[in-house]
């Protein structure tokens, strides 16, 4: 059975994911600027601590990419419209962030 290079590059990309979610999940063991335990690792490795396989949280991201739009496995290109919601979603939620985190930034950390 052949398979095709869009499955192929399809694997690459989500196999490629593996990479950031360790850097950001298993380096430093703490936060940093380069490795901050972002949400989509931290969580799972939350649920996934109590039977000792938190390092397997890594794979989530892969995991969402690929069940996001499994047609890049058949070729498909054009992007479903769950991805512009997404967009706009997380776009909005990162305005109204910066914007109600405005005042607490310039008290902490300072002007500089």
């Given at each position: 059975?052949a398979v ?13 994911l593996?990479?950031?979610a ?18 989509i690792?931290?969580?799972p ?22 069940a996001w739009?499994p ?13 512009f919601?997404?967009l ?14 405005w005042?607490w930034?310039l ?6």
């Amino acid at each position: 059975m052949a398979v095709s290079k869009s499955t192929i590059a399809t694997i690459t990309a989500g196999l490629g994911l593996l990479v950031p979610a360790s850097l950001g999940l298993d380096v430093t063991n703490v936060p940093t600027i380069f490795c901050p335990f972002p949400l989509i690792t931290v969580v799972p490795a939350f649920f996934l601590s109590g039977q000792g396989g938190w390092k397997a949280a890594v794979a989530v991201p892969m995991l969402l990419f690929f069940a996001w739009h499994p047609g890049l496995f058949g070729g498909e290109a054009k992007a479903p419209k769950r991805s512009f919601v997404l967009l706009i979603a997380v776009i909005l939620l990162d305005a109204a962030d910066f914007v109600t985190n405005w005042n607490w930034g310039l008290q902490c950390p300072g002007a500089h």
